[in-house]
């Protein structure tokens, strides 16, 4: 069974190397191409835009796929539109890997925000030091925001517009608790803005905003397609795809 797993997760990859030594499987990797050094997955991969629903329709139809696991991040809401579309027109089964959301505890400072434009419009007059951890994407949602100085952490440079007040720190995680409770000090942050994008990877950030008695602007996540099959683990996704493929051999 070929399968195509749309990526740029950890999970994705995770899921790549696992899926390649099953047999019966045979996997390619897709990536958007944003990240100019990113991390690759094991086995074929492709890069860059399928052009749309329709593109990626005949992408998959041209390369037999038989297949379709969306394992990009919960936030990258159009690609996984595009995928669900494509593959309920050609009939093929699709699952979408989502990793659990990160869930409020005792001591969090959440304000929990439906996008960015409302994160943008939940910052206060005394987040005077504005903590951005959204990635680059997004960034410009703050650009009118001239009362805040903004710390924007993300792997690449984020393209223009950029808050008026703002300091890039080029840096790709993980972090650990203890780097994020120093960083958080040493510029003064007042407030963490961040998306809930789960996992282990990045929940450092969490847990030091916890310790540091900060407050987090917290953007919820877009809603899965209508009708979405999810997993919640790279194991799980992992079953699925066995069944899919005793499935096919039927
Ligand atoms: P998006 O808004 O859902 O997608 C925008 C367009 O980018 C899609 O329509 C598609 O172009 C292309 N695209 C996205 N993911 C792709 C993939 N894996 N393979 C091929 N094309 C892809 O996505 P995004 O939020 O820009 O995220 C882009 C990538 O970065 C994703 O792979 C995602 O896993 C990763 N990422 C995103 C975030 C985030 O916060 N959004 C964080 C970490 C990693 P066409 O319409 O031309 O096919």
Partial sequence: MRVLILGGTGEARELARIASGERGLDIVSSLAGRVANPRLPVGPVRVGGF???????????ENAIDAVVDATHPFAAQVSAHAATAADDLGLPAVHLRRPEWTQRRGDLWTRVPDLAAAAAALAPHHEQVLLTIGRQGVGAFAGCADHRFVIRSIDAPVAPLPPRCELLLARGPFTFDEELVLMSRHRID????????????????????????????????????????????????????????????
């Fill in 191 to 250: 407030v963490l803005v961040t998306k809930n994008s789960g996992g282990e990877q990045t929940e450092a950030k969490i847990a030091a905003a916890r310790t540091a008695g900060l407050p987090v602007i917290m953007i919820d996540r877009p809603p899965l397609p209508p009708g979405a099959v999810s997993v919640g683990s790279v194991c799980a996704a992992v079953d699925w795809l066995r069944a899919a493929a005793a499935h096919a051999v039927r």
């Fill in 51 to 61: 052009g749309g629903v329709e593109g990626l329709r005949t992408w998959l139809r």
